[in-house]
């Protein structure tokens, strides 16, 4: 079921009166039973695939909160973890390992025959997944406590407004809500209305707008002009956000009308003036998630292990195979004698090589994250070495800055231009099936051949998605600087009037076409 259709309307109309109506037990039950209801909308047998995942991490919280014993809590820790990872490597990457690997034994002159499978991916299995994990985690380390009511418990999980597509809730953050029932208030039905009409802006009006355009460019980009690509990549970045975001959007004002508080899991992302900056404003609930079970673990900016060197070597040979692109051969090796001559520097050194390679691994394993496709793949080493120059580059970049003297202003206005120009790049890698449409696209654009507004095919299309835009981000704009949203909230009559315009947009410029999310694939 999503949120842009009819059959949500029907559910969410017929839940929230009976909800309300009423009380501890029974309205949790009735939470646990509307979301299973909503996943299984979509495909009633991977329902069992949800409860086994969420009886195990239940049954193993338990057991860690009774044991003292080391040992025995590794034991049970491992058992949640390979379950888990288990599950999400198989119908996720099952196919996608194998025939990777079918293509190294190609490479070699060995053949292999075929051993896929036609599984199907069960919708948002990264996101519960992840979910699940970070509660058997913080429980090991002692950072909760465990949570002995499972039907609370599994309204965790499972609880529909955010479980297909995230945000991705932490459990430190969201089992205390469940502890006392939720009144019914009007503050937090309108604020969650208006935070739910803003999400379906930009779903509906932005992105569902900009998709039919961006479909035609990377579908066949050999049949369109520079411009045209162009114009297709700028739409596709704010295509995923808005599509993203705005299912975020939805969800946290569902949520808080059910009087729940999630976090927010979009700031402004292309208003950011570095990529670090950028990774505190997108997708905040996995890069956090990324950060803190990942990134930490493997030693962040402390150091590590050659266990973090060794996993990149890896994923850089099987891309070299992968890709056919035998410069990354080259660079391999470049990256092997400048990190050894570097570690030769001494122990500051070391360290600095060390928080390198671990950004590197975390932001490889986040690119794999979004799905099986050696694409996704890349867009994460792109991020991992804009974060990587960035960290090298920064003091130089700021003495110059500095030293000519330029204004804060136009150093801002750069510096955004400069992220969004490379997040863009990445943005190709990510959208494109396969290698092959991304070097078009790229060919294509740098080409300039017929770089007029006459070659652009469908200007009406165009014409409607530079609106959107610009609508978006005059709001946004005005939003950094006022607060806008606050503002709105407290006076009775912006209120409504900016939810009438809301409505009167969404109805003007919205694609109706119940449109799936982008983010449901992964």
């Not at 355009?213 to 162009?230: E, K, N, R, T």
């Amino acid at each position: 079921m999503i949120f842009n259709s009819v059959a949500f309307l029907v559910f969410i109309a017929i839940f929230l009166p009976l909800y309300f109506s009423l009380k501890g037990k029974a309205r949790l039950l009735l939470c646990l039973v509307g979301s299973y209801f909503f996943y299984g909308w979509w495909d009633w047998r991977f329902l069992s695939l949800i409860v086994f995942s969420t009886l195990i991490d239940y049954f193993v919280g338990l057991k860690l909160d009774k044991t003292e014993d080391q040992s025995t809590r590794k034991q049970l820790l491992t058992v949640s973890m390979v379950i888990n990872l288990g599950f999400l490597g198989f119908f996720k990457y099952f196919n996608f390992f194998i025939d990777s690997f079918q293509d190294v034994l190609s490479s070699a002159g060995m053949y292999a025959g075929s051993s896929t499978l036609n599984i199907i991916l069960p919708v948002g299995i990264s996101f519960y997944t992840f979910q699940s994990m970070s509660y058997t985690i913080d429980v090991y380390y002692k950072k909760i406590k465990v949570e002995s009511d499972f039907i609370r418990f599994a309204t965790f999980i499972s609880f529909f407004p955010q479980l297909v597509a995230g945000p991705i809730v932490r459990a430190s953050e969201f089992l205390p809500q469940f502890q006392k029932d939720r009144k019914f208030e009007w503050d937090r039905l309108t604020a969650g209305l208006g935070q739910i009409l803003w999400g379906f802006f930009k779903k509906v009006c932005v992105a569902d707008s900009l998709a039919p355009f961006v479909d035609q460019c990377f579908a066949d980009p050999g049949g369109f002009s520079s411009i045209h690509l162009l114009i297709g990549v700028i739409f596709y970045s704010f295509q995923i956000y808005c599509d993203f975001s705005g299912y975020s959007d939805i969800a946290i004002g569902l949520a808080r009308i059910l009087g729940f508080d999630f976090p927010d899991n979009f700031r402004k992302p292309y208003f950011s003036k570095n990529f670090s900056e950028f990774w505190t404003r997108w997708h905040i609930s996995l890069s956090s998630w990324l950060r803190d079970y990942l990134y930490i673990p493997l030693g962040g900016n402390r150091g590590g292990s050659f266990g973090s060197y060794f996993f990149i070597l890896i994923f850089m040979a099987l891309a070299v195979i992968m890709t056919g692109w035998w410069w990354l051969f080259a660079l391999q090796l470049a990256v092997i004698v400048g990190t050894y001559i570097y570690m030769k520097g001494g122990d500051s050194n070391k360290i600095m090589a060390f928080n390198y390679m671990n950004l590197m691994v975390t932001m490889l394993l986040g690119g794999l994250w979004h799905g099986a496709n050696w694409p996704f793949v890349f867009w994460g080493f792109l991020h991992g070495f804009y974060l990587i120059v960035q960290r090298l580059a920064s003091p130089s970049w700021n003495k110059a800055m500095d030293t000519i003297r330029v204004p804060n202003m136009i150093q801002n206005f750069i510096a955004i231009a400069i992220v969004y120009f490379f997040t863009n790049l990445a943005w190709i890698y990510f959208r494109s099936p396969n290698f092959q449409i991304a070097t078009d696209v790229i060919t294509g654009i740098a080409s300039f051949e017929n770089f007029n507004f006459g070659s652009i095919i469908n200007k009406f299309w165009v014409i409607k998605g530079v609106i959107v835009i610009a609508i978006l981000i005059g709001v946004e704009m005005l939003d950094e600087r006022v607060r806008l949203y606050k503002v709105v909230m407290k006076n009775p009559t912006f209120r409504v009037a900016s939810f009438a315009v809301l409505l009167w947009l969404i109805a003007f410029f919205g694609s109706f076409g119940s449109n799936s999310f982008i983010y449901f694939q992964f």
